[in-house]
T-cell receptor, first 115, second 114 residues
Framework: KAGVTQTPRYLIKTRGQQVTLSCSPI?????VSWYQQTPGQGLQFLFE???????NKGNFPGRFSGRQFSNSRSEMNVSTLELGDSALYLC??????????????FGPGTRLTVL | AQSVTQLDSHVSVSEGTPVLLRCNYS??????LFWYVQHPNKGLQLLLK??????LVKGINGFEAEFKKSETSFHLTKPSAHMSDAAEYFC????????????FGQGTELSVKP
């Protein structure tokens, strides 16, 4: 079974631009979560989608948004990029995470650099 | 507030010696607890998880962790370190009805000396 895939793996953008990252979950997984990893803040939860609905959201500004499609694939978008948005963005999928018991499987991440 | 604290930012051991990575959590509810490992330039891999069954949890690659409710701890151990164990380790907590929200510790970097 294929793992979680994320595209692109690397991105370089300039301040003020917007970016869209894509995540394909493991086949059969309906929950997709997004995390931001930086050296200073560590790993922080962005949001989670289940059956095309945002079910949980972290403490990030509205510039960060996402969506999920009927095939469970997910995208996240960051508008008006700032230097501080430079980070590794990780996507994770699980069968259903509502109980908190199902482990999440992580993709390799998208490394975003904002210049 | 729910949080998780990894007590050491960096641990260095010699190959063949035991590994202990310490983790404490703070929660009003019964948590699910996980340990993930991240090798350089790689994604996160699940080592083991605790979900209110046995308090001693065995994971992959010889790692295990013990859930101690009275101490609110979930320390990760391995009897004998291998060079390939060098990586960053994250203690992670999640809670019922909070869906996919994982709360990560700050990470412990494990170095293994030959």
């Amino acid at each position: 079974k294929a793992g979680v895939t994320q595209t692109p793996r690397y991105l370089i953008k300039t301040r003020g631009q917007q970016v869209t990252l894509s995540c394909s979950p493991i086949s059969g997984h309906r929950s997709v979560s997004w995390y931001q990893q930086t050296p200073g803040q560590g790993l922080q939860f962005l949001f989670e989608y289940f059956s095309e609905t945002q079910r949980n959201k972290g403490n990030f500004p509205g510039r960060f948004s996402g969506r999920q499609f009927s095939n469970s694939r997910s995208e996240m978008n960051v508008s008006t990029l700032e230097l501080g948005d430079s980070a590794l963005y990780l996507c994770a999928s699980s069968l259903d995470s509502i109980s908190g018991y199902n482990e999440q499987f992580f993709g390799p991440g998208t490394r975003l650099t904002v210049l | 507030a729910q949080s998780v604290t990894q007590l050491d930012s960096h641990v260095s051991v010699s190959e063949g010696t035991p590994v202990l990575l310490r983790c404490n959590y703070s929660s009003s509810y019964s948590p699910s607890l996980f340990w993930y490992v991240q090798h350089p330039n790689k994604g996160l891999q699940l080592l083991l998880k605790y979900t209110s069954a046995a308090t001693l949890v065995k994971g992959i690659n010889g790692f295990e962790a013990e859930f101690k409710k009275s101490e609110t701890s979930f320390h990760l151990t391995k009897p004998s370190a291998h060079m390939s164990d060098a990586a960053e380790y994250f203690c992670v907590v999640s809670f019922y009805n909070q869906g996919g929200k994982l709360i990560f510790g700050q990470g412990t970097e494990l170095s293994v000396k030959p």
